[in-house]
């Protein structure tokens, strides 16, 4: 499973990393995406990075702001965020697939995502 960790409450206009941990499997071999969901709002996707480290944005409101990146040898994910505008609260989560070109119900993993709160 896939353990997102690192949000909080931030202003508008903050920053914060979130990692994406897994257990029980090498995160090396996989793509690894990140989601979020907002209230009342379908969950989209943000960021992919392949198992080569190659990058695919989804189209979204979050380019030029957020950057996706891992490090193999922690087993883990990132997604660095900056200039958080209110309207980017959601639950984000990360989650995991053969490759960044599968769709959203092929990725698994999930785990229970982690609240971002933008808000001054």
């Known amino acids: 499973q896939l353990q997102a960790f690192g949000g909080g409450s931030v202003q508008p206009g903050g920053s914060l990393r979130l990692s994406c941990a897994a257990s029980?499997?090498?995160?090396?071999?996989?793509?690894i995406a990140w989601f979020r969901q907002a209230p009342g709002k379908e969950r989209e996707g943000m960021q992919c990075i392949s198992s080569s480290g190659s990058t695919t944005y989804y189209p979204n409101s979050v380019a030029g702001r957020f950057t996706i990146s891992r490090d193999n040898a922690k087993n883990t994910a990132y997604l660095q965020m900056t200039s958080l505008k209110p309207e980017d609260t959601a639950v984000y989560y990360c989650?995991?697939?053969?490759?960044?070109?599968?769709?959203?119900?092929?990725?698994?993993?999930w785990g229970p995502g982690t609240l971002v709160t933008v808000s001054s």
């Open positions: 029980g499997f090498t995160l090396r071999n996989y793509a």
């Open positions: 989650a995991s697939a053969s490759g960044c070109d599968a769709p959203m119900r092929a990725f698994g993993s």
